[in-house]
C-alpha cells in the first residue's frame, strides 16, 4: 500500500496520512485574569486571582480550545515555540504534534510554564479533531464509562467557619455530591490546632454518609504528617492529599506506609517520566495528574496507563471541563475533582458547562462536537493580552 501522503518533516516513524486531512492554519492565545471572590489560599500558598492561558488551533474554518492555569508565560511559550511546529501540521495527528512540541523546546526547559503551553496547546487539536469530525470529545476517545464521578473541592485556610460550612453544606445538600475535600496545613504545617477543628468542623458539617478528603499541599514534615493522620482517622478522612511535597516521594511512601487514608499526588507532574519515578517508589494509593500541565489530553492517557499497570486508579485535578471527556475514556479513573476556583471560571466565562448533580458529570451527553465548551463574548473584560 502506497500512502497518500508524505510525513511531516522531522516526524517520527512512516505514518500513513490521508490527502485530505485538514492542516492547522492557525495558532491563538489570550491571557485572562479573575480575580476570586474572596481571598483563597491552602496550607502553602495564596491568591487573590487566577490565570487563565487559552489557545484557539484552527483547521478547514473549524476552531478547537484549550487552556490552562498559570502564569500569563505560558501565552508567550505557545507564540514562541509552539505555533510554528503545530501550523501546517494534519490536525487528525496530534500525538504526533504533542511529541514534535516536546521536542521542539528540549532546551527552553520542558517542565513548568512550558509544560502548560504544551498541554494547552494539546487539548485544543484534541477539540479541534473532534468538532472536525462532528463528535463528543469522550466520543472520539472511546468510552468507557458514561458518568465521572467527581468530588467537591475547596474549603480553603482563609474560610472562616460558616463559609466553610456553607461551601460544603452546598455540594452535599443542594448538589448531592458525595464526596467533599478541604484544605490543611496551614501556614507550611504551623497551624496543627486550627488543621484539626477545621477537619471536625468538615465532618459535622457532611455527616458520617459522605466521604471527607484533606490536601496539605505538602505542607508537614514526614512525622508532623503521620501524628496528624491519627486525628483524621478519628474522623474517618479516607483521602489525605500531599501530606509531604511531591518533591519527595520517599517522603509521600513512607507516610503512605504508616497512615489509613489513601496518599495521593501528582498534580505537579510534567513529564511522563515523573510519574513513573513516583509510582516506582511506591508513593501513592491514587495517582493524580492534571490535563493542563502534564502534557494535554495525549499525555494524561498515557499517565492512566501506567497506573493501571500497577494496579492504581487515577484521579483528575482540577479543570473539571477539560478532564471530563479523557477521564470518561479511561477504565481505572477514581474520580474528578470539581474545584470551586476553577469551576467558577468555567461556569461564568464559558458556555457548555456540565452539572454534577447526584456526584457526577456526563460529558458528551447532550451531543456537542469537542469538549463542548466556548468562550463567552463577557470574557473579554478579564482579558489581559
Given at each position: ?258 497512615v489509613s487514608a489513601d496518599v495521593t499526588a501528582g498534580e505537579y ?117
Amino acid at each position: 500500500m502506497t500512502p497518500s501522503a508524505e510525513p511531516a518533516a522531522g516526524a517520527r516513524g512512516t505514518a500513513v496520512r490521508s490527502a485530505d486531512a485538514p492542516a492547522v492554519e492557525s495558532v491563538e492565545t489570550a491571557v485572562y485574569t479573575v480575580p476570586t471572590g474572596v481571598p483563597e489560599a491552602d496550607g502553602t500558598l495564596a491568591w487573590d486571582a487566577t490565570t487563565l492561558v487559552t489557545v484557539r488551533v484552527t483547521a478547514a474554518d473549524v476552531t478547537g480550545l484549550g487552556w490552562s492555569y498559570g502564569s500569563p508565560a505560558a501565552a508567550e511559550a505557545v507564540r514562541a515555540h509552539l505555533a510554528a511546529v503545530v501550523t501546517g501540521r494534519p490536525a487528525w495527528d496530534v500525538p504526533a504534534a504533542n511529541d514534535e512540541m516536546s521536542r521542539a523546546v528540549r532546551n527552553a526547559a520542558r517542565p513548568g510554564v512550558i509544560a502548560h503551553a504544551v498541554s494547552a496547546v494539546d487539548i485544543a487539536l484534541w477539540d479541534l479533531k473532534a468538532r472536525l469530525l462532528g463528535l463528543p470529545l469522550v466520543g472520539l476517545l472511546g468510552a468507557a464509562r458514561t458518568e465521572v464521578p467527581v468530588y467537591g473541592s475547596g474549603g480553603f485556610t482563609t474560610y472562616d467557619d460558616g463559609r466553610q460550612d456553607r461551601q460544603l453544606r452546598a455540594w452535599t445538600e443542594e448538589s448531592g455530591i458525595p464526596r467533599v475535600k478541604i484544605k490543611i496545613g496551614e501556614s507550611w504545617g504551623a497551624r496543627e490546632e486550627r488543621d484539626r477543628d477545621r477537619v471536625s468542623r468538615a465532618r459535622r458539617s457532611v455527616g458520617d454518609a459522605v466521604e471527607l478528603y484533606v490536601d496539605a499541599n505538602g505542607g508537614y514534615t514526614r512525622k508532623q504528617a503521620v501524628r496528624l493522620a491519627r486525628h483524621l482517622d478519628a474522623e474517618g478522612v479516607l483521602w489525605f492529599e500531599e501530606p509531604v511535597s511531591s518533591d519527595d516521594p520517599a517522603g509521600l511512601a513512607e507516610v503512605r506506609a504508616a497512615v489509613s487514608a489513601d496518599v495521593t499526588a501528582g498534580e505537579y507532574g510534567y513529564t511522563l517520566p515523573y510519574f513513573h519515578h513516583m509510582l516506582a517508589a511506591g508513593a501513592v494509593d491514587c495517582l493524580q495528574a492534571d490535563v493542563t500541565r502534564c502534557g494535554g489530553i495525549t499525555v494524561w492517557q498515557r499517565v492512566a496507563a501506567l497506573a493501571e499497570a500497577r494496579g492504581l486508579e487515577i484521579s483528575g485535578h482540577c479543570a473539571p471541563h477539560l478532564h471530563a471527556h479523557v477521564a470518561a475514556a479511561v477504565p481505572n479513573l477514581r474520580h474528578l475533582e470539581w474545584f470551586h476556583d476553577h469551576v467558577r471560571i468555567e461556569t461564568a466565562l464559558f458556555t457548555g458547562a456540565l452539572d454534577p448533580a447526584g456526584g457526577s458529570v456526563r460529558p458528551g451527553a447532550d451531543g456537542s462536537p469537542g469538549h463542548g465548551m466556548a468562550l463567552r463574548s463577557d470574557a473579554e473584560r478579564y482579558r489581559e493580552r
